[in-house]
């Protein structure tokens, strides 16, 4: 994977994490996602930036690793985690309206303490 455009800085109580993504800010990029990939190293992942804040919900048809999914609201507050196996149609969720979804490796959230409240802030992405 090539070096991604920009990050986001979750300031967590274990400190700041900083995880660079790539932009999914297209109806197209959003569709696609991280799909078909085998691996996503640590510290990185993909932002989904929406057009609207509204609940969103993520399924991983061709998904074929396990991810983190978290909510940020309009403010860059995390509104909550979901982790979704690879590979299914379940939709997830936190069942809040959400403008943001940052995608990680499962685990990856609950390691660095990233939960509902934690801040996030954005580092070189475009909206």
């Given at each position: 994977?090539?070096?991604?455009p920009?990050?986001v800085?979750?300031?967590?109580?274990?400190?700041?994490?900083?995880?660079?993504v790539?932009i999914?800010?297209?109806?197209?990029?959003r569709?696609?996602g991280?799909?078909?990939?085998?691996e996503?190293?640590?510290?990185r992942?993909?932002?989904?930036?929406?057009p609207?804040?509204?609940?969103?919900?993520?399924?991983?048809?061709?998904t074929?690793?396990?991810?983190?999914l978290?909510?940020?609201?309009e403010?860059?507050?995390?509104?909550g985690?979901?982790?979704?196996?690879?590979?299914?149609?379940t939709?997830r969720?936190?069942?809040?309206?959400?403008r943001?979804?940052v995608e990680v490796?499962?685990g990856?959230?609950?390691?660095h303490a990233v939960?509902p409240g934690?801040?996030?802030?954005?580092?070189?992405?475009?909206e």
């Amino acid at each position: 994977m090539s070096r991604p455009p920009g990050a986001v800085r979750f300031e967590t109580p274990r400190g700041p994490w900083v995880v660079r993504v790539e932009i999914a800010n297209t109806d197209e990029s959003r569709t696609r996602g991280l799909m078909f990939r085998r691996e996503l190293p640590q510290d990185r992942g993909m932002i989904f930036i929406f057009p609207s804040t509204e609940e969103h919900g993520f399924w991983m048809h061709n998904t074929l690793i396990a991810l983190d999914l978290i909510f940020l609201g309009e403010d860059r507050t995390v509104l909550g985690v979901v982790t979704a196996a690879p590979q299914t149609d379940t939709l997830r969720s936190v069942g809040k309206p959400s403008r943001y979804v940052v995608e990680v490796s499962a685990g990856e959230a609950a390691a660095h303490a990233v939960g509902p409240g934690t801040k996030a802030a954005f580092i070189d992405i475009q909206e």
